[in-house]
């Protein structure tokens, strides 16, 4: 530790309490804002506090401050550190309680969920220096997360653009459609099937001689994971091939509409709906379509919903799209989703890569601020 710093309790830096409020306490047109374990600030009709208060959650599996000055409701499994002696910062502690965040995880209590007890909080050790240095430390801070969240803010609008920007697409090429555009059931452009799985008891069924598809498998491009799972030769004699060129939906489940297309013969469990188009329809032009939201609409209707959602094939297969009479124009609109989704994943890609970098400077700052480099 740089000189001139020392280690001090927090509870001998401020006063620690849980609330004494509970999940039914939160009302949607409340004037105070409730907070809970969850990261989502809720309101209430009442408040136990009116302070400037870093609030912790006391159970789940990050446990890192927000801070907030004013009226405020507080759940009995959620601390708020208020009432600062003058030795302390509260910006100051709510930093260093990020930088130090790997500690009331490590002490936190129970098998399941972890929980935190007013001991943990009472005896974490804070790094302090004088209150003018941590004043200094907070402004710099401010700062410089201030321009990150803006970067951040920055990358995050680049990304929702490039999404509308595809969804509206998609939307108005399937509903304004051309001329000569013509509804068919899937049953009526291609061979429609549903997967099957091989006894699981035989372990000859399984291996590497064609991919095994299974919901988790999608991926959000809509290409296929195709190398988790495979089935045997003596697997696909008692499977449903689905050929190259297909496309593939969900049918049951919390996932229900996910949509797939495979560009080599792959088997699917009984989770997954296949359609293989006949000459003359893009398997990639019905993958789009399938997108849309009056797809969606469809396939949730048709479903049977006593207790999860399924679409069986018969179902499935009586689902109309919209095709244009040519398969040019069926290729030049895929051509102009893909450009489009090809976009918006490199956006994703970046927003990714800038959430990890902004990730990592905060990180270093924090770690420059209290290891007095900053």
């Not at 446990?63 to 499994?77: N, S």
């Not at 970067?151 to 490039?162: D, F, S, T, V």
């Not at 297909?246 to 495979?262: D, E, F, H």
């Amino acid at each position: 530790m740089k000189k001139g710093w020392q280690q001090i309790p927090m509870g001998q830096l401020c006063s620690i309490s849980s609330g004494d409020s509970d999940t039914q306490d939160a009302v949607e047109d409340g004037a105070y804002a409730f907070f809970d374990r969850s990261r989502t600030v809720k309101k209430s009709s009442r408040f136990l506090y009116d302070c400037e208060a870093l609030i912790i959650p006391g159970e789940g599996k990050e446990f890192l401050p927000r801070h907030f000055v004013g009226k405020f409701d507080l759940h009995q499994r959620a601390y708020a550190l208020f009432d600062f002696t003058i030795q302390i910062d509260p910006r100051f502690l709510y930093f260093y309680l990020h930088h130090f965040s790997h500690y009331l995880p490590s002490v936190a209590v129970g098998a399941t969920v972890k929980s935190l007890r007013r001991r943990h909080f009472e005896q974490l050790p804070v790094a302090v220096t004088t209150l003018a240095e941590q004043q200094r430390i907070v402004g710099v801070l401010d700062e410089a997360f201030a321009g990150l969240a803006t970067a951040q803010a920055h990358a995050e609008k680049n990304l929702q653009n490039a999404r509308a920007l595809f969804e509206s697409h998609l939307q108005s090429v399937f509903t304004q459609r051309g001329n000569g555009w013509a509804e068919k059931r899937l049953e009526e452009i291609g061979k429609t099937q549903t997967g099957s799985t091989p006894k699981s008891s035989d372990p000859e069924c399984y291996g590497d001689f064609i991919p095994f598809v299974k919901p988790a498998d999608f991926n959000k491009d809509g290409s296929l994971d195709c190398e988790n799972d495979g089935l045997s030769k003596k697997g696909l004699d008692g499977a449903r091939k689905v050929a190259a060129g297909s496309v593939l939906m969900v049918c049951i489940g919390a996932t229900i509409g996910k949509c797939g297309y495979c560009d080599c013969d792959v088997t699917t469990n009984q989770q997954i709906n296949a359609l293989t188009p006949s000459a003359g329809v893009s398997h990639k032009f019905i993958y789009y379509q399938m997108l849309t939201e009056s797809f969606q609409r469809s396939v949730m209707h048709s479903s049977a919903q006593a207790t999860l959602p399924i679409i069986n094939k018969s179902k499935w297969s009586a689902l109309a799209v919209a095709l244009p009479p040519k398969l040019e124009e069926q290729k030049q609109i895929v051509a102009k989703f893909d450009a489009l989704a090809t976009e918006t994943q490199r956006l994703a890609r970046h927003y990714q890569q800038k959430q990890a970098a902004l990730a990592a400077l905060k990180k270093s700052l924090l770690h420059q601020a209290f290891t007095g480099e900053l």
